[in-house]
């Protein structure tokens, strides 16, 4: 026996050996918070029916962790007075006349990483719930799922602060929030799923309460902000609902599930006259960390009711300083006021329940919810000062890096922006972090809150003016409204590039203009006094040898020397030429230039289409693209100008070549140096081809079990007009390879049936297909056909069936003489045993046809008329695998020896 079977009778024994502590569970969930290490503390919240005379002080619980010697554990009572007269231990806390609110409370510390099922069950429910058949014969089992997970980091889960317990009243809509707060701030999610009875299995026969005859109404859960609907319940009874709530997390740039918490809750529908009321509050919102959010909840009740309404939420919990709600009952309106701390700081938002409740003999309730995601402030203040050629950037530190922990701050940082030249910055007052377009590029991440500098050296050009904005990165990863910008221009004090653009694009009598601004602030007067002259380097490509192309005259002025060179007769088509400049005084060199290439032109062939892009790299700041077409006779014709350096050229003609060139505009943001600067690119040519696949086909796939064929059907593709066919992938088990099953011409039938014989006995099945295009010439003239992605994976299973007969007569009348299934499916074989009535095995098979002519196993002669018990483990072939199946019964053989003379 396993050990997690082991744990299961442990606590199955536990529970049976208290029969007369029957509690008559209504509701109630499992929650865990981190305590240091792998040591956590569980929390059970149960709601009992208080008019029964059994209590429970202490409850059950199995950690998860079957390999520890004590897998299951009694958890006592820690609210309520204590039983004075009895064991001494708190007594719950009535809440309704009919309603004990239990919490039980414990610690337990985990071996390691892992993913531990935290296991409730207790007999047993309370009678009457309609949607759970024999309700008082049901245990109450509720889980949760605590993942101990080093990559996600420790996990607190959520906290549920709204009662599992409510009315609501026959045609009235109803609704319910559970008021999940996670101390984490963890993305959550929610759905409905059956409530669990024995062993925590889905309870059998059970349904949603709007499925029960009668009761009607839509019945749902909003998956984002958890509030329960039922619009509305058409029959009064007690109802119970389970809610999955589960805790996401981005780790590793994905969305990781880090925890889950089940709540099984009671709704107690009455025939009442009263409507509930109506609340009003204000759309989601976001607030600056520091500063004061408030606005005003107001209700309204039908009946005319009085009303109070409360509000619930992780604004209210552990906070410094935390939240405040008043209602004012003269006006019906309650206020909202928060300012929140640096603790409050995180990435996802807070939610905010507001609940107004009517006073009525039969009390009812509606709900609205508000989210406030709290916004790290920016940093302060940023400066920026060049030193040589590159810039200091400060910025004053975070005003919450002194509220962490010296570790805590380690996890957050600073992300450093840049872009040339100054520019305004809109955000949208809940936007967080860099926009994506507003110009800026990020140039480093500093890692600590406690840090505030960076210097920036990374190929800066003289003379251009450099502004940098700073982005605060919270240990959570939640990022800061950005910063204020701060600009610093390098001094002057070398050549600075303004061009590197080919005048003539040809292979060997290629021109390439090439063009500077003069150092105008180095120090000519006592440093560089002079002579002063210009020389010109070229490089061929990334990594080659710099090469002198060109010396320049000699002047007593560096204003009067030529500042603009024509680099004549070399390859300006193919080569991708970079420049730099040198300026001189008289043998000593001044200072060089940032080298400057060329704009290249790639080109990326596509179906009927060209993309066309302009890769970065050049020592000014590019503003616009201008694309140009370049006819067979030598005329540009204007595409379009463009601000990214991306273009996609249509309507062209698969298997013609087309040709292209690309003017660059761009600044240095700067006053005195050439603004716009402007360079081409040499001319280059492709052929578009059809490499583009189309969409992956949208499909289902249907299993007839009664046929015993798949049955799949497709839709035609919109993104192509040139599909020709279609691929079919297969894989005959769950999570096995899909591999290549058949390929078939587009015909205009959108349905394919496969037959079981054809599939080697089986429709069990994962799925998918893609899609094939034209067959047409590519590069080189290779004939090529493009193939989609896979669509997405359907599988289908075998419905096994294999029925025995109750009765056979083995008389050799050729009547019904062997023992034989019905007609049978999908069974690869089977354990069956065939027994006397004084219980001796006469005949065993295991041929699922089992053609048993009646005979004894040993002797070999007729048996005797009368009954025989079988057992039968059939294992039928299912898209799990092997799956074995184990039933009995008993037959009558007629037609063989007479009972006494067997």
């Not at 552990?318 to 019906?332: H, I, Q, R, S, V």
């Not at 002057?492 to 060997?508: F, I, L, R």
């Not at 205009?748 to 094939?772: F, K, N, Q, R, Y």
């Amino acid at each position: 026996m396993s050990m997690r079977s082991e744990s299961f009778l442990l606590f199955l024994a536990l529970i049976v050996g208290l029969p007369a502590l029957a509690t008559h569970n209504r509701a109630g969930e499992v929650t865990y918070r981190h305590l240091e290490g792998t040591t956590y503390e569980v929390t059970i919240t149960t709601y009992t029916k208080s008019s029964v005379v059994a209590d429970r002080p202490w409850l059950s619980l199995l950690w998860g962790d079957e390999g520890n010697e004590t897998p299951v554990d009694s958890l006592p009572r820690t609210n309520g007075p204590l039983d004075a007269g009895g064991s001494g231990l708190p007594t719950g806390e009535l809440i309704d006349g009919e309603v004990r609110l239990n919490i039980y409370k414990g610690v337990h510390t985990y071996s390691g990483p892992g993913i531990y099922t935290l296991v409730v069950e207790d007999p047993n429910r309370n009678d009457g719930v309609l949607n759970i058949p024999s309700s008082v014969d049901v245990p109450f089992c509720i889980t949760s799922q605590l993942i101990i997970d080093p990559e996600a980091g420790q996990n607190d889960s959520p906290v549920l602060l709204a009662p599992a317990i409510e009315n609501a009243c026959i045609g009235q809509r109803w609704e319910h929030n559970p008021g999940a707060f996670d101390p984490d701030g963890d993305s959550l999610s929610y759905d409905l799923i059956a409530c669990a009875g024995f062993d925590c299995q889905p309870i059998e026969g059970f349904v949603q309460p709007n499925e029960v005859e009668g009761a009607g109404g839509d019945f749902y859960v909003e998956p984002l902000s958890g509030t329960v609907v039922w619009d509305a319940p058409g029959l009064s009874g007690e109802y119970n609902m389970a809610l999955r709530i589960r805790e996401w997390r981005w780790v590793g740039a994905q969305w990781r599930m880090v925890g889950e918490v089940i709540r099984d809750m009671q709704i107690n529908v009455e025939t009442c006259p009263n409507q509930p009321p109506i609340v009003a509050v204000p759309a989601d919102t976001c607030i600056l960390q520091g500063e004061t959010l408030m606005f005003t909840v107001s209700a309204s009740d039908p009946n005319g009711d009085n009303l109070t309404i409360t509000a619930i939420g992780g604004p209210f919990e552990d906070f410094e300083p935390d939240a405040d709600f008043g209602w004012n009952p003269l006006t019906d309106v309650g206020t909202f006021n928060w300012t929140p701390g640096c603790d409050a700081v995180r990435q996802s938002p807070y939610q905010l329940v507001f609940q107004a409740t009517d006073v009525d003999p039969v009390p009812l309730s509606d709900l609205e919810t508000v989210r406030i995601r709290v916004l790290a402030r920016p940093v302060a203040s940023t400066s920026a000062q060049p030193i040589g050629n590159a810039v200091e950037v400060d910025w004053s530190v975070h005003p919450c890096a002194v509220s962490y922990s010296e570790a805590m701050q380690n996890l957050g940082s600073y992300e450093v922006y840049r872009r040339i030249g100054t520019a305004e910055l809109e955000q949208d007052p809940c936007e967080v972090g860099m926009p994506v377009d507003a110009g800026y590029t990020l140039i480093s991440t500093v890692q600590g809150l406690g840090n505030n500098a960076h210097l920036d050296s990374e190929a800066l050009s003289f003379g251009a003016t450099y502004c940098y904005r700073v982005v605060a990165v919270m240990p959570d990863g939640s990022r800061s409204k950005v910063g204020p910008e701060a600009c610093a221009q390098i001094d002057k004090g070398v050549p600075v590039m303004t061009g590197a653009s080919v005048e003539v694009s040809d292979v060997a009598a290629g021109a390439i203009e090439v063009r500077w601004s003069p150092p105008t602030d180095a120090d000519t007067a006592e440093a560089f006094p002079g002579p002063y002259r210009y020389t010109v380097e070229a490089q061929s490509q990334a990594g080659a040898e710099w090469s002198l192309i060109h010396e320049g005259p000699i002047a007593d002025a560096l204003v009067v020397l030529d500042t603009v060179h024509v680099h004549l007769g070399v390859n300006s088509e193919e080569t991708l030429w970079t420049y730099r400049v040198t300026a001189l005084s008289g043998e000593d060199a001044i200072g060089v230039s940032t080298p400057a290439p060329v704009p290249e032109l790639q080109m990326g062939p596509a179906d009927n289409s060209m993309v066309l892009s302009v890769p970065l790299g050049r020592p000014w700041f590019d503003t616009a693209y201008v694309f140009h077409r370049i006819l067979p006779d030598g005329v540009s014709v204007l595409l379009d100008t463009v601000a990214e350096p991306l273009f996609v050229d249509t309507g062209l003609v698969n298997g013609i070549p087309v040709c292209y060139r690309v003017r660059t505009i761009g600044t240095y943001g700067s006053s005195d140096i050439l603004d716009p600067i402007e360079n081409w690119s040499a001319i280059r040519c492709a052929t578009p081809y059809d490499t583009e696949p189309p969409c992956p086909p949208v499909f289902e796939v249907e299993a007839d079990c009664a046929a015993e064929v798949a049955r799949l059907r497709w839709w035609s593709s919109s993104c192509a007009e040139d599909i020709t066919g279609y691929r079919l992938y297969r894989s005959d088990s769950l999570g096995g390879a899909l591999e290549f099953l058949m390929e078939w011409e587009e015909d205009g039938d959108t349905v394919l049936v496969l037959s079981a014989d054809e599939l080697g006995g089986s429709i069990a099945g994962c799925w998918t297909m893609t899609a094939l295009d034209s067959l047409m010439p590519g590069p080189g003239g290779v004939l090529q056909q493009n193939e989609s992605d896979r669509g997405d994976t359907t599988c289908t299973d075998n419905c096994p069936f294999y029925f025995l007969p109750n009765v056979f007569t083995p008389n050799l009348d050729g009547l019904n003489d062997r023992f034989q299934p019905f007609p049978w499916k999908f069974v690869d074989s089977v354990d069956f045993r065939v027994f006397n009535r004084w219980g001796e095995e006469v005949w065993r098979t295991a041929d699922p046809q089992l053609d048993w002519p009646g005979t004894h196993q040993r002797t070999g002669s007729i048996c005797a008329d009368g009954a025989y018990h079988y057992t039968c483990t059939a294992y039928t072939r299912r898209l799990s695998g092997t799956v074995s199946e184990r039933f009995s019964g008993t037959f009558q053989l007629l037609g063989g020896l007479d009972s006494s003379e067997e």
